[in-house]
């Protein structure tokens, strides 16, 4: 077991004990915080006032766009979304991911139902059409699966991730399948789109790993100096068709975002260890040789 001199900041933050924040940090914070709830006075009466007549309204993907970039994250976009009757599935490193690509897409995506009882992040996951789901609930997988097709007959574009937790951004879990069901058979006209989240060297600071919980973590990136990049890279999309069944449809998504993981890698995607065994006190696994000299070229 190392010392705690020899153990870093991050890996304190993965094994649940955060770092101390500096006043500066919280002084970025709240100016982080505050420029959030001003932005949503201004957009949300709009988008009020726009879902008065129904659903449609654009106000979500401007408000979680800016929101990204004000939590310090310079999105670049790969490829070219979908714009409905979609079906996005991504890895998934962080919340920031949610703020990416709806911005980038103005995608619904599929949550924890715990999520939809939490004060006002519940209520503004609501205004962007979140379908919210309890993964232990077997009993009650029809009814999710119904609300999942319901909302891809209205037009919407949804986003899952199947891996069911977070990871380090260099990693991918196996990816879960009952959220796919919606896809067997698949309704007509919607397509499958795999996305790639990559976060190239800061995947290591910006990754929710460990024991860390919700609020360490948010006061840990919105205290950080500086900006992150982070590229939202639309795959090529597929027809659900093609891979009949749930599992051949997530075995492909999968092959495509690893594909594309090992090239930003520069070698193979290597396991994720788990966030059980971070949280023990393992320190946070460096980036991959290469990511730090090419995300330094690109930034």
Known sequence: MASPEAVSPRDRAAAGDPPAVSAIGWARLWLRAAG????????????????????GSPFPRLYLGIGARICGARVRVRGTPLKRDVFFISNHVSWIDIMAIAGASGTAFVAKAEIGTAPVVGWMAKQNRTVFVAREDRLGVADQINRLRDALAENWSVTVFPEGTTTDGYSLLPFKTPM??????????????PVLLWYGRWGREIGWIGTENGKDNAVRLLSRPGSFRVEVEFLEPFHPRDFPGRKAIAAES???????????????????IGHDALGAGTPVPEAPAGVLAASRRDA
Do not use: D, N, S, T
């Open 180 to 193: 796919l069901k919606v896809l067997e058979p698949p309704p007509p006209g919607v397509m499958v789109q």
């Open 254 to 272: 999968r092959r495509r975002i690893e594909e594309a993981l090992a090239k930003r890698l520069g070698g193979p995607v290597r396991p994720f």
């Open 36 to 55: 959030l709830a001003l932005l949503l006075l201004v957009v949300l009466p709009f988008h009020l006032l726009v879902k008065l007549f129904g659903y």
